[in-house]
């Protein structure tokens, strides 16, 4: 049998050594992989379809695209006090990136992990709850988008009193379980102790609190119906509306999605820019950024809805200077 040559053999050895490393570099890198924790229904929920739409535009506006360079991984959970657990599994799946929504989430993602970043949305009070440092330089695995809700309470309420003519006293669900639904509660009272407005509040943790909390409401006969927006209230937002149009309650939301049910009006951040912003946070950080230095973000956009259909049955007529500021008016 012929001999290759010395300079033919070595040629060959080093294409076949060669082969495997061409091989790696051309071989795909791996894909990102975010994951959700939001303590909400899971899809088809349109509030889910929505949320989920928003924050896969932000994310393909940062380069990542599900399907190719991206896995998203999602946690639903309406029960606060499973967050904890569905936490655990994120971590222990080692994800690049947790998302979560609201504050007992992400209360949940850091009491799991202080390593793995965290980017939240619709949390109150960042720096007051403890997962940062500051807005400016948040420090350590957290940053995300604040939704300032407690700034608007005051807000809602003035337009609460704009539109009942003589408000004295003003009905609110709650949930005290969350501590971000707390802040707003707060804020909501110091601005009706200044417009002399009493509060009525009446706490709601579960769906089982929601009728004997209609059966107080409609004894103390209040002018008007405030609710703070969060899951428990969220889930059950058509009953809220039905009782209030029953019984000629005015209502008003510190979140979208209510008017189109026959809300008569709420106030509040465009929540689907909130999610976009959260995303391309997510996005720099998946380019190597650290969300220690990423500045949590507070919402440049804000909505006001009105339904005057709502307002026609329950005999009121919103003033001029409401419409001009409406940014959808539902007929």
Same mark, same amino acid.
């Given at each position: 049998?012929?001999?290759?040559?010395?300079?033919?053999?070595?040629?060959?050895?080093?294409?076949?050594? !060669?082969?495997? $490393?061409?091989?790696? +570099?051309?071989?795909?890198?791996?894909?990102?992989?975010?994951?959700?924790?939001?303590?909400?229904?899971?899809?088809?929920?349109?509030?889910?379809?929505?949320?989920?739409?928003?924050?896969?535009?932000?994310?393909?506006?940062?380069?990542?695209?599900?399907?190719? %360079?991206?896995?998203?991984? !999602?946690?639903?959970?309406?029960?606060?006090?499973?967050?904890?657990?569905?936490?655990?599994?994120?971590?222990? +799946?080692?994800?690049?990136?947790?998302?979560?929504?609201?504050?007992?989430?992400?209360?949940?993602?850091?009491?799991?992990?202080?390593?793995?970043?965290?980017?939240?949305?619709?949390?109150?009070?960042?720096?007051?709850?403890?997962?940062?440092?500051?807005?400016?330089?948040?420090?350590? %695995?957290?940053?995300?988008?604040?939704?300032?809700?407690?700034?608007?309470?005051?807000?809602?309420?003035?337009?609460?009193?704009?539109?009942?003519?003589?408000?004295?006293? !003003?009905?609110?669900?709650? %949930?005290?379980?969350?501590?971000?639904?707390?802040?707003?509660?707060?804020?909501?009272?110091?601005?009706?102790?200044?417009?002399?407005?009493?509060?009525?509040?009446?706490?709601?943790?579960?769906?089982?609190?929601?009728?004997?909390?209609?059966?107080?409401?409609?004894?103390?006969?209040?002018?008007?119906?405030?609710?703070?927006?969060?899951?428990?209230?969220? $889930?059950?937002?058509?009953?809220?509306?039905?009782?209030?149009?029953?019984?000629?309650?005015?209502?008003?939301?510190?979140?979208?999605?209510?008017?189109?049910?026959?809300?008569?009006?709420?106030?509040?951040?465009?929540?689907?820019?909130?999610?976009?912003?959260?995303?391309?946070?997510?996005?720099?950080?998946?380019?190597?950024?650290?969300?220690?230095? $990423?500045?949590?973000?507070?919402?440049?956009?804000?909505?006001?809805?009105? %339904?005057?259909?709502? +307002?026609?049955?329950?005999?009121?007529?919103?003033?001029?200077?409401?419409?001009?500021?409406?940014?959808?008016?539902?007929?």
């Amino acid at each position: 049998m012929s001999r290759l040559p010395r300079r033919q053999f070595l040629i060959a050895t080093g294409a076949l050594l !060669a082969a495997p $490393l061409v091989a790696e +570099a051309q071989r795909a890198p791996e894909p990102a992989r975010v994951c959700i924790l939001r303590n909400l229904p899971p899809p088809p929920a349109p509030v889910t379809v929505a949320f989920l739409g928003a924050f896969k535009e932000g994310l393909k506006e940062a380069g990542f695209i599900e399907g190719s %360079n991206l896995v998203i991984h !999602a946690r639903w959970e309406p029960d606060i006090s499973k967050l904890p657990g569905h936490a655990a599994v994120l971590v222990d +799946a080692k994800v690049d990136v947790i998302v979560t929504f609201t504050t007992p989430a992400t209360r949940a993602a850091l009491d799991a992990t202080r390593s793995i970043p965290i980017v939240f949305t619709m949390v109150s009070d960042s720096v007051g709850s403890g997962f940062v440092a500051s807005l400016g330089r948040p420090g350590g %695995n957290v940053t995300g988008v604040t939704n300032v809700f407690p700034d608007l309470s005051g807000k809602l309420l003035g337009l609460v009193r704009e539109v009942v003519p003589g408000l004295g006293r !003003a009905a609110v669900l709650w %949930n005290p379980d969350n501590p971000g639904t707390r802040l707003d509660l707060e804020e909501l009272v110091r601005a009706a102790g200044q417009a002399r407005v009493t509060l009525q509040p009446f706490e709601v943790k579960s769906a089982a609190d929601f009728r004997p909390a209609f059966g107080a409401i409609q004894r103390t006969r209040p002018d008007a119906l405030i609710t703070l927006v969060e899951t428990v209230t969220w $889930l059950q937002r058509q009953e809220i509306i039905d009782f209030a149009l029953k019984h000629r309650l005015p209502t008003a939301f510190n979140l979208g999605g209510h008017v189109e049910l026959g809300g008569l009006m709420f106030y509040a951040p465009r929540v689907s820019l909130i999610h976009q912003r959260a995303a391309v946070l997510a996005g720099k950080i998946l380019k190597g950024a650290r969300p220690a230095d $990423l500045p949590v973000e507070r919402p440049t956009h804000f909505e006001l809805s009105v %339904n005057l259909k709502t +307002a026609q049955a329950l005999g009121i007529t919103f003033p001029r200077t409401v419409l001009l500021r409406a940014d959808r008016v539902i007929e």
